[in-house]
């Protein structure tokens, strides 16, 4: 990718970021993980299929 196109993406995602907050665009092979703070379902097959234990809060 040419230094235009990575210039412009990087600002597009900062743009996302600070209007949705950090943790709303993921890249492949980034290792930080957000910890998402969630409400259980009370159905705990629902919780593991959503991924983070159930409704994310305030989101």
Not at 32 to 41: D, H, L, M, N, Q
């Amino acid at each position: 990718m040419d230094a235009n196109k990575q210039k412009a993406l990087d600002a597009a995602l900062s743009q996302i970021e600070r209007q949705f907050g950090k943790g709303t665009v993921m890249r492949m092979g980034d290792n930080e993980r957000v910890a998402i703070p969630a409400i259980s379902t009370g159905s705990l097959g629902l919780d593991i299929a959503l991924g983070i234990g159930g409704l994310p809060k305030g989101r």
